[in-house]
């Protein structure tokens, strides 16, 4: 059984979510390092690159891992373009990161919400019972 017939993009943007939580992590934990360019993941460039039926390009950083992306991975990640100059070179905006941050971790619920209750609907087509 193909998982991205069951539970569709939700098992892909899980992925996608969990990795985008680590690079805005690691800007969060740079706010305060000299010259750290604050990074995100290029929404744009990854959904040019999933056509129609297309998976998007995920890849491990080591054989056991599922999902994520190794940092120069196929993963592509753009340079967040600044809001406020800095005297040091720091690109990263803590509340910007913080909101984006926040509205990652929704999305990366709703999409575990979707799978969940995927999950319950075939355990009670195939069981029978609603508990």
């Known amino acids: 059984m193909n998982l991205d017939n069951l ?14 939580a680590e690079v805005l992590s690691g ?8 010259g750290y360019l604050a990074r ?3 929404f744009r ?10 998976p998007l390009p995920l890849d491990t950083t080591s054989p056991g891992q599922i999902g994520g992306a190794a940092p120069g991975g196929a993963m592509p990640l753009s340079y967040r ?4 100059p ?7 905006d803590s509340q910007l990161e ?8 929704v999305h990366y619920q709703a999409s575990l919400a979707f799978i969940t209750a995927q999950i ?7 069981t029978g019972d609603q508990g």
């Open 45 to 54: 460039a990854l959904l040019s690159g999933a056509g129609a039926g297309a």
């Open 98 to 105: 913080s909101a984006a941050f926040a509205a990652n971790g």
């Open 86 to 92: 800095s005297l040091d070179g720091n690109t990263v």
């Open 7 to 20: 539970f569709g993009m939700h098992t892909q943007a899980l992925a996608l979510w969990q990795r985008r």
């Open 120 to 126: 319950h609907m075939l355990r009670t087509a195939i």
């Open 27 to 34: 800007n969060l934990a740079n706010a305060d390092t000299p």
């Open 81 to 84: 373009v600044p809001t406020q």
């Open 40 to 42: 995100d993941v290029d």
